[in-house]
């Protein structure tokens, strides 16, 4: 079974350009969440999808960033424009309906922003 | 203060010793509790979840205690590919939704 991807592993970009990070959770796995670790910090939570619903935006650090997930499937994360302290670590994670704590991640996108 | 706290380490040992890993969370509210092992510039996995009556899975140990609100991981036998980064994680109910707050980890160095 296909495990948790994420495009691009790397992302280099200029501040004020703009990012789309995508996910591909595990086939089945209603449950998808994205997490941030800056350098550093902890691997923060930013939201979590249940299918195509937005169940929880709390962690969103601003509104420069937005995440889709339509169909309920693979889900983008938008940044725009990108801040120099938007650089870091970007984890998707997902776990099948139901079970909200064994949490499959994929390998991160690592960004910078110079 | 933060949400969970733990020593950030590295811890240093030899293959073969014993280490033990403490972590301490802010919110009594919390309701589940677990390890993740971090390898270097790769993914969280999930190693274990911690119980209130403690739990063992091969040469890992894990306890929880509610009153203190502190978490353990005991590895014995320590083997060379044990090094990694452990996460103490805990679930925590926030305005109705439940999400995973982590640690900064805990870097465990074993040298042969």
């Known amino acids: 079974e296909a495990g948790v991807t994420q495009f691009p592993s790397h992302s280099v970009i200029e501040k004020g350009q703009t990012v789309t990070l995508r996910c591909d959770p595990i086939s089945g796995h209603d449950n998808l969440y994205w997490y941030r670790r800056v350098m550093g910090k902890e691997i923060k939570f930013l939201l979590h999808f249940v299918k195509e619903s937005k169940q929880d935006e709390s962690g969103m650090p601003n509104n420069r960033f937005l995440a889709e997930r339509t169909g309920g499937t693979y889900s983008t994360l938008k940044v725009q424009p990108a801040e120099l302290e938007d650089s870091g670590v970007y984890f998707c994670?997902?776990?099948?309906?139901?079970?909200?704590?064994?949490?499959?991640f994929g390998p991160g996108t690592r960004l910078t922003v110079t | 203060r933060k949400e969970v706290e733990q020593d950030p380490g590295p811890f240093n040992v030899p293959e073969g010793a014993t280490v033990a890993f403490n972590c301490t969370y802010s919110?009594?509210?919390?309701?589940?509790f677990f390890w993740y092992r971090q390898d270097c510039r790769k993914e969280p996995k999930l190693l274990m979840s911690v119980y209130s009556s403690g739990n063992e899975d091969g040469r890992f140990t894990a306890q929880l205690n509610r009153a203190s609100q502190y978490i353990s991981l005991l590895i014995r036998d320590s083997k060379l590919s044990d090094s990694a980064t452990y996460l103490c994680?805990?679930?925590?109910?926030?305005?109705?939704?439940?999400?995973?707050?982590f640690g900064t980890g805990t870097r465990l160095l074993v040298s042969p």
């Open positions: 994680v805990v679930n925590l109910m926030n305005t109705g939704f439940q999400k995973l707050v």
């Open positions: 919110n009594s509210a919390s309701q589940s």
């Open positions: 994670a997902s776990s099948q309906v139901g079970n909200l704590y064994e949490q499959y």
